[in-house]
């Protein structure tokens, strides 16, 4: 399984976001090129402690089951819904959210599991270093297929 720790997974990840312009289109959903930059930095500040987020009762409920199956299937649906708190409505410096989200990998690289701060997903619950490393990687991946690279 792939995971954002892994040097060529990492990599791959940072060759893909480098393939994107400011003329990048959605293949499906709503979020532009700059909006989709700045969504995927959200999960990673919540991983690194950046940016806090308390569970509610359908994680409680269901989390650990959507975990494994989101894992087994490696993926999300198109038009997945999207947490209120990484939904961007403005628009974004294209380049300025490049940087950051490359820069938020490279650290991810650099750190490895270090970079996690937290053993608990907000909806999933208990998370493990390597389900922390595929989940990043997974969101990743599909944004960057959203957006054709």
């Given at each position: 399984m792939k995971d954002i720790f892994n040097p060529q997974d990492n990599l791959d990840i940072a060759q893909r976001l480098g393939q994107l312009t400011t003329e990048s289109k959605p293949l499906w959903g709503k979020m532009t090129v700059s909006q989709m930059l700045v969504h995927c930095q959200k999960p990673i500040e919540v991983m690194t402690g950046k940016l806090p987020l308390k569970g509610g009762?359908?994680?409680?409920l269901f989390g650990k089951m959507a975990k494994n199956n989101f894992l087994k299937m490696r993926g999300f649906g198109k038009n997945a819904p999207t947490h209120p708190l990484f939904r961007?409505?403005?628009?974004?410096?294209?380049?300025?959210?490049?940087?950051?989200l490359l820069a938020m990998v490279a650290t991810l690289g650099e750190l490895g599991t270090n970079s996690i701060a937290i053993?608990?997903?907000?909806f999933f619950g208990r998370m493990t270093h390597e389900e922390w490393g595929?989940?990043?990687?997974?969101?990743?991946?599909?944004?960057?297929?959203?957006?054709?690279?």
């Open positions: 009762l359908l994680g409680f961007v409505k403005n628009e974004p410096d294209f380049e300025t959210e490049k940087q950051q053993d608990k997903h907000p595929s989940l990043m990687y997974i969101h990743l991946d599909h944004h960057l297929q959203q957006f054709g690279v």
